[in-house]
T-cell receptor
Framework: DAGVTQSPTHLIKTRGQQVTLRCSPK?????VSWYQQALGQGPQFIFQ???????QRGNFPDRFSGHQFPNYSSELNVNALLLGDSALYLC????????????FGPGTRLLVL | QKEVEQNSGPLSVPEGAIASLNCTYSDRGSQSFFWYRQYSGKSPELIMS????GDKEDGRFTAQLNKASQYVSLLIRDSQPSDSATYLC??????????FGAGTTVTVRA
């Protein structure tokens, strides 16, 4: 049973650049949520995708955008990168209507220089 | 007021002892509660979920929920060095997002 996968594992960018992170949900799951975790803090909710639509959004600027594909995989895009965007980006998958317990992928560690 | 607050660590316990972790939440309408374990440099791993008042046991872990007092706790019995990690409390309202506490770091001394 394949778990949640994310790519890449690590990424280094410079300020002002754009980045795309990818996530494939656990087999059988249809919902993908994205979180940002800064060092020493708990994950912060960015947004959730279901049926290829953004279903809920957290308190993040429009520079953060996403997409969900028909196979349920998802992308997170961040434009005009700031130093403060350096963090661990986590993807979590769940099955809507079944308790919606979220399972996390290994994360992508982004460093903005 | 933060949505989810956890007792500040770090928490150091001897091997074989009980580690007790506490979490309070602000929204009385919260429906689902989760404990995740996160090893240094890794992603959160689900330990337990709890939805109703009372205790829920799974191996050496016991989650306790008291909705009237708006707190949820996690007990780790017979603590092992492999339990050394940061434990994250997460709360879900009747919407879709998880709200996390900052985490409590536990160190089990051999």
């Amino acid at each position: 049973d394949a778990g949640v996968t994310q790519s890449p594992t690590h990424l280094i960018k410079t300020r002002g650049q754009q980045v795309t992170l990818r996530c494939s949900p656990k087999s059988g799951h249809d919902t993908v949520s994205w979180y940002q975790q800064a060092l020493g803090q708990g994950p912060q909710f960015i947004f959730q995708y279901y049926e290829e639509e953004e279903r809920q959004r957290g308190n993040f600027p429009d520079r953060f955008s996403g997409h969900q594909f028909p196979n349920y995989s998802s992308e997170l895009n961040v434009n005009a990168l700031l130093l403060g965007d350096s963090a661990l980006y986590l993807c979590a998958s769940s099955l809507t209507g079944q308790g919606e317990t979220q399972y996390f992928g290994p994360g992508t560690r982004l460093l903005v220089l | 007021q933060k949505e989810v607050e956890q007792n500040s660590g770090p928490l150091s316990v001897p091997e074989g002892a009980i580690a007790s972790l506490n979490c309070t939440y602000s929204d009385r309408g919260s429906q689902s509660f989760f404990w995740y374990r996160q090893y240094s440099g890794k992603s959160p791993e689900l330990i337990m979920s709890i939805y109703s008042n009372g205790d829920k046991e799974d191996g050496r872990f016991t989650a306790q929920l008291n909705k009237a007092s708006q707190y949820v706790s996690l007990l780790i019995r017979d603590s092992q060095p492999s339990d050394s990690a940061t434990y994250l409390c997460a709360v879900k309202l009747n919407d879709y997002k998880l709200s996390f506490g900052a985490g409590t770091t536990v160190t089990v001394r051999a």
